[in-house]
């Protein structure tokens, strides 16, 4: 069982940036995909990004793609979401989720979820 927990959130200005953090408790992520979704009042959970088990590249949402890196740290137990240039639009609940798919861009493919952290991008 993986539990996750994430960090980072808050208020920020347009054009700024925040960088998220998603811990894991007990275990390392090694063996799962690690994804970001987000989800804004009154709408669904939006996909943002992953990093797969197998390596590579993060895969990224059109919308984030350029503003937002995915990494992860050594010791595999620590997962970022660095966000620039933030536009009102990025405003939402963030979570982190773990999938044993390895490119799984649903929220349907992903098994553990975090608690989720609020960000906000005001003028």
């Known amino acids: 069982q993986v539990q996750l927990g994430e960090s980072g959130g808050g208020l920020v200005q347009i054009g700024g940036s925040l960088r998220l953090s998603c811990t894991a408790s007990g275990r390392t992520f090694s063996g799962y995909t690690m994804g970001w979704f987000r989800q804004a009042p009154g709408k669904g959970r939006e996909f943002v990004g992953y990093?797969?088990?197998?390596?590579?590249?993060?895969y990224y949402a059109e919308s984030v793609k350029g503003r937002f890196t995915i990494s992860r740290a050594i010791g595999d137990n620590t997962m970022y979401l660095q966000m620039n240039s933030l536009k009102p639009e990025d405003s939402a609940v963030y979570y982190c989720?773990?999938?044993?798919?390895?490119?799984?861009?649903?929220?349907?493919?992903?098994?553990?979820w975090g608690q989720g952290t609020q960000v906000t991008v005001s003028s």
């Open positions: 990093s797969s088990w197998r390596g590579g590249r993060p």
């Open positions: 989720a773990a999938s044993i798919q390895t490119y799984p861009d649903a929220e349907s493919q992903y098994h553990h």
